[in-house]
């Protein structure tokens, strides 16, 4: 005999593949409008055009969406969503700054060069459509991530462990290497993702003068 509180559990173990779905079909709307987006540009791109391309009426288009701004509203928040899930909340919890530091690069190049939400992020950090407390919002989440890069960079720099210079300048210098990648890589040519990862990361943080580990290997070659 199943109580009023079965039912309810089993109610709702039911609906979680449901909602599941609803929502996995909602982030594949959100990827198929940015690339659109991309593509075409926000003003170019119209409603029937991001509809097309989801396989959508417009009417079926704005059961998800109120309006083209608030979709592109979804897409940024979206991605903000993204970067701090897959980046953010992977490196937080370790404890050697420069090893986060190497660890949040290689996290975020990959999310930069996946081929199915490349065009989200891309769209977050380059596109100035939306103003008022909607970008005051998204910018506020953003700043969350340069303070987070100027404070491991600190870090870093107070052990020696990279060099001395402003940890604003690191701070940039670090997202500007990694939000350009989308200018020039392409995946089906020479360079793999695992070696665009390895090389940019070593690169970016190898040793030299003024760390360290720098000042260590200069003392071995003597």
Request: hydrophobic fraction near 35%; charged fraction near 30%.
């Given at each position: 005999?199943?109580?009023?509180?079965?039912?309810?559990?089993?109610?709702?173990?039911?609906?979680?593949?449901?909602?599941?779905?609803?929502?996995?079909?909602?982030?594949?709307?959100?990827?198929?409008?940015?690339?659109?987006?991309?593509?075409?540009?926000?003003?170019?791109?119209?409603?029937?055009?991001?509809?097309?391309?989801?396989?959508?009426?417009?009417?079926?288009?704005?059961?998800?969406?109120?309006?083209?701004?608030?979709?592109?509203?979804?897409?940024?928040?979206?991605?903000?969503?993204?970067?701090?899930?897959?980046?953010?909340?992977?490196?937080?919890?370790?404890?050697?700054?420069?090893?986060?530091?190497?660890?949040?690069?290689?996290?975020?190049?990959?999310?930069?060069?996946?081929?199915?939400?490349?065009?989200?992020?891309?769209?977050?950090?380059?596109?100035?459509?939306?103003?008022?407390?909607?970008?005051?919002?998204?910018?506020?989440?953003?700043?969350?991530?340069?303070?987070?890069?100027?404070?491991?960079?600190a870090e870093a720099m107070r052990q020696g462990s990279f060099p001395q210079m402003s940890p604003k300048v690191a701070a940039f210098s670090f997202?500007?290497?990694?939000?350009?990648?989308?200018?020039?890589?392409?995946?089906?040519?020479?360079?793999?993702?695992?070696?665009?990862?390895?090389?940019?990361?070593?690169?970016?943080?190898?040793?030299?003068?003024?760390?360290?580990?720098?000042?260590?290997?200069?003392?071995?070659?003597?």
């Amino acid at each position: 005999m199943h109580t009023t509180n079965d039912r309810g559990l089993e109610a709702l173990h039911d609906s979680r593949p449901e909602k599941d779905e609803v929502q996995a079909r909602h982030r594949r709307i959100l990827e198929t409008a940015a690339r659109v987006i991309q593509t075409q540009g926000y003003d170019g791109a119209s409603i029937q055009d991001i509809a097309s391309a989801c396989g959508l009426t417009k009417a079926g288009l704005y059961h998800h969406i109120r309006s083209k701004e608030h979709l592109l509203v979804e897409i940024m928040s979206y991605g903000m969503d993204l970067f701090e899930e897959d980046v953010l909340n992977q490196v937080l919890p370790i404890a050697d700054p420069l090893e986060r530091l190497r660890a949040c690069m290689a996290l975020n190049i990959r999310l930069v060069t996946d081929q199915e939400r490349r065009e989200v992020t891309i769209i977050l950090h380059e596109h100035a459509t939306l103003t008022g407390e909607v970008q005051a919002r998204i910018n506020a989440r953003k700043k969350q991530y340069l303070r987070f890069l100027e404070k491991s960079f600190a870090e870093a720099m107070r052990q020696g462990s990279f060099p001395q210079m402003s940890p604003k300048v690191a701070a940039f210098s670090f997202l500007g290497t990694v939000l350009w990648i989308y200018k020039w890589y392409r995946p089906e040519g020479e360079v793999s993702e695992d070696q665009l990862v390895d090389e940019m990361v070593g690169l970016f943080f190898r040793k030299g003068p003024g760390s360290e580990d720098g000042e260590r290997e200069e003392e071995a070659r003597r």
